[in-house]
């Protein structure tokens, strides 16, 4: 087996079922299986599969454990060389996965290998980043980086400057679409699942690096990311912990002293955007109720993030 794909769903069954069409039409000249795990989905995502799509492995979940907890269900049976972290939400393009595995059969000192991902508009999505630090925190607490996105330094965390049409060793790759070697698996291990969502590829990216294997990225084919599908049914609690997962990570891999100082830029991050999403609400009423959403969401990180709390929402 070349390839197990492995794509964690939640309440995304019309998009899961684009996905795994993609996936059959375009996975290009390789042996590989599809496990589906389902976090509790409401909306018959599962009962499609099944009805549908018999060839795939699917584990259906009681409850929706998370991210990193339902992609290590999947790897703890996938059989392949790589495994690919592929998003419901996604539509895979041309031979993308089979490419990529070609890439990595060139490449044994890669863990971990990303593609192009685009926009529904086919426009260029900025995946890959750099690892958390003081630096990138506080520059991603201000607007600078929207205001200077050809800056190599305001635009360090995201490389807003660069294209990604170039092979490069990067820090990580964005989880949408994430080939990792089964051989890095076995020494570095699976995903940390205290991660409920949101940077568990960063920590595992992090782990892989630390080992000294590479995480690269390679424009060999591109895949259609439409994004925010399942967070934008708990528009607040996937606000709050996108941040809070980076500290999270800080305090894991960081210093005690350096951990604080994360705590203060996250609580400046959030508090920065208040007062402009306050102006949006009472200038424009008719958006008051996405204005609620983000003063609510802004205001509850403030206070997690100087309390040190973790945001217990459960999506």
């Known amino acids: 087996m070349d390839v197990s794909i492995i794509i964690v769903s939640w309440n995304t069954k019309g998009l899961l079922r684009d996905c795994l069409s993609s996936v059959c039409e375009n996975a290009g000249e390789i042996d590989y299986e599809i496990i589906v795990i389902d976090n509790a989905s409401t909306d018959g995502s599962a009962e499609m599969v099944k009805n549908d799509f018999k060839q795939v492995i699917l584990i259906e979940n009681s409850e929706n454990r998370g991210f990193a907890a339902a992609n290590n269900q999947g790897m703890a049976i996938a059989k392949g060389r790589y495994v690919l972290l592929l998003n419901s939400d996604t539509v895979v393009l041309d031979d993308a996965i089979a490419n990529t595995a070609r890439f990595a059969d060139e490449n044994p000192q890669a863990a971990v290998i990303g593609c192009r991902v685009l926009n529904p508009d086919r426009t260029l ?108 049914q708990k528009p607040v609690a996937m606000i709050v912990q996108l941040r809070l997962s980076i500290l999270k990570f800080m305090k894991k891999h960081y210093s005690l002293p350096v951990y604080l100082f994360a705590r203060l830029l996250v609580a400046m991050f959030f508090a920065v955007r208040l007062p402009v999403w306050l102006a949006k609400s009472l200038i424009q009423p008719a958006g008051s109720n996405e204005a609620a959403i983000k003063m609510k969401a802004y205001s509850t990180g403030v206070v997690s993030a100087l309390l040190g709390k973790v945001y217990s929402e459960r999506v």
């Open 125 to 232: 999505q900025r995946t890959c980043f750099m690892f958390p630090s003081v630096l990138n925190m506080l520059l991603s607490s201000t607007y600078l980086y929207k205001l200077f996105p050809k800056s190599r330094f305001f635009g360090r965390e995201q490389m807003t400057w660069w294209n990604r049409n170039d092979v490069r060793p990067v820090d990580v790759v964005t989880g949408c679409y994430m080939l990792v070697r089964r051989e890095a698996i076995d020494q570095v291990g699976m995903m940390d699942e205290r991660f409920f969502m949101y940077c568990e590829e960063t920590d595992w990216c992090y782990r892989f690096r630390e080992k000294g294997w590479m995480v690269m990225f390679a424009p060999v084919g591109q895949i259609i990311h439409f994004g925010g599908q399942s967070t934008a």
